[in-house]
């Protein structure tokens, strides 16, 4: 049982908009920043959101990532066939007393 | 090029160790904290452990409390991860992650 909850599957046509929501708690995502990755097939995560929204250098504003209180949201627009991938939000407490804290990952599938 | 390359991972019988170990490049190491994460077969990504620049802050999931044990060395610019007792429902893929960059992951199997 993961501590962020955030759907199994999604899925869309190529070329539409789909998003993916990330629900936790106060001491998750209500007091820290959320961050999103993509993980391809048989490859490592991969950052494509971090501190709720911005974007690391080389990742195409096809995807957003937005907070309200306990809640986070990814969105990809332009779907295309090589976006399918799992997604996972996840937070990471400074302190440390908790580490890291991860949703079950959304598998999303271009139609 | 920022690089994280795990290695130490095997087959190791139930009750067995193993020690994990994480190579990193390309960013200036002791300046971040850094954390293993652990992804079993088909599943999702379950953070295992984490330590802070000066090794002064260090959390464990309850799950392998009192059994493993972070470490780093900043002048060898490495992370470590000493895991004992291990468990069949430690098997996964342990990666070490700087939240920004992960490595590929090294696989640990338990299993007699």
């Known amino acids: 049982q993961s501590v962020l909850t955030q759907p199994p599957s999604v899925s869309a046509a190529p070329g539409q908009k789909v998003t993916i929501s990330c629900s936790g708690s106060s001491s998750n995502i209500g007091n820290n920043y959320v961050s999103w990755y993509q993980q391809l097939p048989g490859t490592a995560p991969k950052l494509l959101i971090y501190d709720n929204n911005k974007r690391p250098s080389g990742i195409p504003d096809r995807f957003s990532g937005s907070k309200s209180g306990t809640s986070a949201t990814l969105g990809i627009t332009g779907l295309q066939t090589g976006d399918e991938a799992d997604y996972y939000c996840g937070t990471w407490d400074s302190s440390l007393s908790a580490g890291g804290v991860f949703g079950g990952g959304t598998k999303l599938t271009v139609l | ?112």
């Open chain 2, 1 to 112: 090029e920022v690089q994280l390359v795990e290695s130490g991972g095997g087959l190791v019988q139930p009750g067995r160790s193993l020690r994990l170990s994480c190579a990193a490049s390309g960013f200036t190491f002791d300046d971040y904290a850094m954390h293993w994460v652990r992804q079993a077969p088909g599943k999702g990504l379950e953070w295992v452990s984490g330590i802070s620049w000066n090794s002064g802050s260090i959390g464990y999931a309850d799950s392998v409390k009192g059994r493993f044990t972070i470490s780093r060395d900043n002048a060898k610019n490495s992370l470590y991860l000493q895991m004992n007792s291990l468990r069949a429902e430690d098997t996964a893929l342990y990666y070490c992650a700087k939240s920004d960059i992960w490595g590929q992951g090294t696989m640990v199997t338990v299993s007699s």
